[in-house]
């Protein structure tokens, strides 16, 4: 078993910027990609970014240039850094852990944390 802990969430008027840390524990031997989803009410679970144990990373078309995921592998922990945010970034934003990135990428995670929610409004 793995547990995924978000933080970092919170209300930031358009603009501005917040950072997302997950940290995971547990059985985390074999964790190949760590990333970023988000729902916004009323919609689908939406890829963020992904990032593998190599550091290479992926970024959801509207994000890029705006948004940046980092890792730490010694202390298993991922990060998303949001610079620009605009209200439709609102959502709750789950970490998520995979062995395979493209199951990741397509939504499927070997496991999810609990969500931290992020609001963007004036």
């Known amino acids: 078993q793995v547990q995924l802990v978000e933080s970092g969430g919170g209300l930031v008027q358009p603009g501005g910027s917040l950072r997302l840390s997950c940290v995971a524990s547990g059985s985390i031997s074999g964790i190949y990609a760590m990333g970023w989803h988000r729902q916004a009410p009323g919609k689908q679970r939406e890829l963020v970014a992904t990032i593998t144990s190599g550091g290479s990373t992926n970024y959801a078309d509207s994000v890029k240039g705006r948004f940046t995921i980092s890792r730490d592998n010694a202390k298993n922990r991922v990060y998303l850094q949001m610079n620009s945010l605009k209200p439709e970034d609102t959502a709750v934003y789950y970490c998520?852990?995979?062995?395979?990135?493209?199951?990741?990428?397509?939504?499927?995670?070997?496991?999810w944390g609990q969500g931290t929610q992020v609001t963007v409004s004036s």
């Open positions: 998520g852990v995979d062995h395979v990135l493209m199951r990741l990428v397509g939504g499927v995670a070997d496991y």
